[in-house]
């Protein structure tokens, strides 16, 4: 089959799922259009826009600081730029790495001897963000311990969240041996395995935080807070749709729902993010709620909003060369 034919079809059918999803929550009642005309009116849409607006402030700057610990320069400005380009590649190319994929598009072309490098430093800011969320969800999970245990249901969900925590603990505990990644007995074994070079070349952009630990704890601080932001636009739907849920609740739930909608299914994650969030709730209530899909879905349109903006942004950076993004490498 032809590659562009094949591609037409992929996108199509995820948004087909996005769209069929959407169709049957609403038909369904999952998302109810009137508490959702309650969450996207007067004062709460700035609030939510503003909260929105300072997660993706803090993204950009997290990847900065990993551009940093690799030595490349990028301003606050042409970060927030290309993350903001990003967000609305999210809504525009189905899957949810699409922004990842135009943000390293643009720095490896105003870097050519560096492209895997820039690579690099999408991957990394990725599997940060997903780190800090994994040991976000564990920690509040935990909190209430006796509470898991009295519920079977979340179980496996405990399982799984501190199996998540553990893998990424030994994960970065063996990238940042230096000892390890000079094995010649690793060596050895990693010549059979394709890409090997490249597995390593990433190992030394993490052992390079080694050297830049002040980077390090700064990506991982602005993941912490933008994640506390995000999440308290749940707990602000929560509070104005009437669902008075402890507050480890949400901090539990939305980490969750975030890493589900970053499988690479549907645009941004629309549909599958109202499927996995409805569950979520509902299993931590005991009983069928709309919060996680109204409240899920309202987030979305406010990041559709800051995504069209950088929709604008995108326009007026196709008339410029791709130099004229300042990413100069030291």
Same mark, same amino acid.
């Given at each position: 089959?032809?590659? #562009? ?12 799922? %996005? %769209? ?16 959702? &005309? !309650? ?67 643009? /720095?490896? #072309? ?9 690579? !690099?430093?999408?991957? /990394?800011?990725?599997?940060?963000? /997903? ?7 564990? =920690? *509040? ?16 969900? *405990? ?51 080694? +050297?830049? &630990?002040?980077?390090?704890? #700064? *990506? ?7 994640? =506390? ?35 690479? =299914? ?15 709730? +509902? ?17 979305? %349109? ?5 995504? !069209? ?8 950076? &196709? ?12």
């Amino acid at each position: 089959m032809n590659p #562009k034919v094949k591609s037409w079809l992929s996108n199509t059918l995820k948004i087909g799922l %996005a %769209a069929a999803l959407i169709v049957h929550l609403v038909r369904g009642g999952k998302i109810d259009p009137a508490q959702l &005309k !309650i969450l996207l009116t007067g004062s709460n849409v700035l609030f939510c826009l503003g909260l929105v607006a300072f997660s993706f402030i803090l993204a950009s700057e997290r990847w900065r600081a990993i551009l940093d610990s690799q030595n490349f320069r990028l301003t606050v400005w042409e970060s927030l730029k290309l993350t903001l380009v990003g967000v609305f590649f999210n809504f525009a190319i189905p899957g949810g790495v699409g922004g990842d994929l135009v943000k390293g598009y643009y /720095l490896a #072309k105003s870097n050519t001897g560096r492209r895997f490098q820039s690579v !690099i430093t999408i991957i /990394l800011d990725r599997v940060i963000g /997903l780190s800090a969320m994994s040991f976000m969800a564990a =920690i *509040a999970l935990f909190y209430d311990f006796d509470f898991i245990w009295a519920h079977e249901n979340l179980h496996i969900l *405990a399982f799984v969240l501190l199996s998540l925590m553990i893998i990424f603990l030994v994960s970065w505990s063996a990238g940042f041996s230096s000892h390890l990644r000079h094995s010649k007995r690793l060596h050895k074994m990693a010549l059979k395995v394709p890409g090997h070079h490249r597995i390593f070349q990433l190992w030394d952009a993490i052992l390079a935080f080694r +050297n830049h &630990k002040t980077q390090l704890f #700064k *990506a991982f601080g602005y993941s912490f807070v933008g994640q =506390i932001a995000s999440i308290w636009v749940f707990v602000q739907s929560g509070e104005l749709l009437g669902y008075h849920l402890p507050l480890h609740v949400y901090f539990v739930v939305v980490p969750i729902g975030f890493m589900i909608t970053a499988i690479p =299914i549907s645009p941004a994650g629309i549909g599958i993010g109202q499927a996995a969030f409805l569950f979520l709730f +509902n299993v931590f209530q005991g009983a069928e709620n709309n919060l996680g899909a109204t409240a899920v879905t309202a987030m979305q %349109a406010c990041s559709l909003a800051w995504g !069209i903006v950088g929709a604008v942004i995108y326009i007026s950076m &196709k008339g410029v060369r791709s130099s004229d993004i300042q990413t100069q490498p030291t």
